[in-house]
């Protein structure tokens, strides 16, 4: 039978027939890759990698190593960057303990947190792995398949089994489908990367709209289950997950994900080009009613109808709130720019272990101290300011966030955390509190590590067409984005504004808004209803719309 792809139009053209692995293997250079040595196995070679001079080592390796959470790092002389793995962001004192120490042994302190709940550790050097692996493995962490063409961190709410709003707890789901993904040799092969969120949240804080594939939970006729979202991303083509229509009761959660990720695998029309081997792609291709009957073909039955709710509101779960088991609190912790010291963790680590409590991290780089009697709140705030978190830090301390860029990442194309610090500096001098939540996203190249895509206003890294105070630095700036209620892929509307005008640029938007807003209207709300040519003549500002120019 002749399958189709499917258009907006409801248009239906025949597929490209599916190309036989020999075509597979001539064209993608990283499937070729995987055929002649599977990278799974690489964490065997690294010892003896190790002993070789950097230069040594294949280039093949090098990629292979991914699949192990390493990555080349920026300038490539031999130092790593290693993403460990924390399923829903969960961390208990003794796992946030040993990241620190591994930081400080051999990761010259440094500690990131990235958007998917992962531990970012840079200047890592081979010789070091074994011993890291293994501290990190009897404190229960892994970075198996943190890279690579794999299943990468399952990630959720943070506050999953202690938030009060929760449908119910998905923790011992996530702690099931990690312990069978991660590692797993059938999935470690994978297309390309996949992305997991399972949350029963009623804010979705989780981004399920965002993700390859999304179990949102509810309650149903009295029944812990999920509806299913499938084939969102961002990167370089940015897609919201659709709804694949169906409720899964929670004991079939972990075979749905597998009849999915299957599906996928299995077609080697997602394995041709990288460019095109997300599940995005075979989302856009047979609609999420054909990934439906192809995952009730694997299964064989017909799963139950549903529908995804839609998210309560937006929640960041920073600030002070009582948690479902009565007289414990949660403790959101702002974590500016992401970046922490690993001796700051294992005091925060310490802190923890002394009440019972544990320490989530967040999608938004954040963290949250849970388990906190409220007894010991005051002291427990003083104590965490004193170790360098704020409780009361400005909002936008939480809410902004940027990727790893320039020095590390090798494909950013500007500095991020650094060029953020300024702007949140800026900001809050400039506006106070009066910001809120505001969504600020930065990133250093199209990937969208930081998700400039859905932010209230997202910058991503290019050059200025002529450099503006000795500077080429610029950003592209992405209006009309959102996620949760108003989830929706932004549109890079402001090109090139060179990074000394970043902030001036900025401050006419955020004026424009607060002057002009319909009541409570939210910024991108705003941006809705204002037009293209009006919101580049806003960020341009009087002066360049009289000469006829742009903030660049």
Not at 406 to 427: D, Q
Not at 431 to 445: E, P, Q
Request: proline share 6%; charged share 25%.
């Amino acid at each position: 039978m002749t399958e189709e792809r499917r258009f907006g139009t409801g248009e239906r053209r025949p597929l490209p027939e599916e190309p036989t692995w020999e075509q597979v293997l001539q064209r993608n250079t990283i499937e070729r890759l995987k055929k002649e040595k599977a990278p799974v196995g690489i964490v065997h070679e690294i010892p003896e990698l190790a002993g070789r001079h950097y230069l040594d080592i294949s280039e093949e390796d090098i990629v292979r190593l991914q699949w192990y959470g390493l990555y080349h790092d920026k300038p490539k002389v031999g130092a790593f960057m290693m993403r460990i793995k924390v399923p829903s962001g969960y961390l208990p004192p003794q796992s946030l303990r040993a990241i620190g120490e591994v930081a400080e042994r051999f990761g010259e302190g440094q500690v990131e947190l990235s958007t998917r709940q992962n531990v970012q550790l840079h200047f890592i050097k081979l010789g070091q792995v074994p011993d890291i692996l293994a501290h990190l493995r009897e404190a229960g962490l892994s970075s198996a398949g943190a890279c690579g063409d794999a299943v990468r961190n399952i990630t959720g709410c943070a506050l999953s089994g202690v938030l009060a709003e929760e449908a119910f707890d998905t923790t011992p789901l996530i702690e099931e489908a990690a312990r069978f993904f991660y590692g797993n040799p059938d999935y470690m092969d994978l297309p390309r990367k996949h992305k997991i969120t399972i949350s029963a949240c009623p804010y979705q804080c989780d981004m399920p709209e965002i993700n390859c594939i999304a179990l949102i939970g509810l309650v149903r006729g009295g029944r812990s289950g999920f509806a299913v979202r499938v084939g969102g991303g961002l990167s370089t083509v940015p897609r919201i997950a659709r709804d694949l229509g169906v409720f899964v009761p929670v004991p079939e959660a972990v075979e749905v994900l597998r009849a999915i990720l299957h599906a996928w695998k299995e077609n080697r029309r997602y394995r041709l080009s990288r460019i095109k081997a997300r599940l995005k792609f075979m989302v856009d291709d047979y609609g999420a009613e054909g990934i439906r009957a192809q995952v009730e073909a694997r299964l064989g039955r017909t799963l139950e109808d549903g529908k995804a709710p839609e998210p309560r509101g937006y929640a960041d779960h920073m600030g002070i709130l009582e948690q479902k088991q009565p007289g414990l609190y949660h403790v959101g912790l702002p974590v500016p720019i992401g970046l922490v010291r690993g001796r700051q963790l294992i005091r925060i680590a310490d802190l923890a272990w002394e009440f019972g409590g544990d320490i989530r991290l967040t999608k938004q780089q954040n963290m949250i101290v849970t388990g906190v009697p409220g007894e010991l709140l005051p002291d427990v705030a003083e104590r965490l300011e004193e170790i360098g978190f704020p409780v009361d830090a400005n909002p936008l301390r939480a809410s902004a966030i940027a990727c790893t860029g320039e020095p590390h990442c090798n494909y950013s194309v500007t500095e991020t955390k650094g060029k953020l610090k300024e702007i949140l500096a800026h900001l809050e001098n400039r506006w106070g509190d009066r910001l809120g939540n505001f969504r600020l996203n930065l990133d250093g190249c199209p990937h969208a590590c930081a998700l400039h895509w859905v932010g209230d206003i997202g910058l991503m890294g290019t050059t200025a067409r002529e450099a503006v105070d000795g500077e080429r630095m610029a950003f592209d700036l992405f209006l009309r984005g959102g996620v949760g209620p108003e989830q929706s892929i932004g549109r890079p509307l402001i090109r090139r504004v060179p990074f000394p005008r970043v902030e001036t640029t900025l401050d006419r938007l955020i004026e424009a808004w607060l002057g002009g807003r319909n009541g409570l209207e939210t910024f991108r709300d705003f941006c809705i209803r204002t037009s293209d040519q009006d919101l580049v003549a806003i960020a341009a500002g009087p002066a360049a719309a009289q000469a006829g120019g742009d903030p660049a």
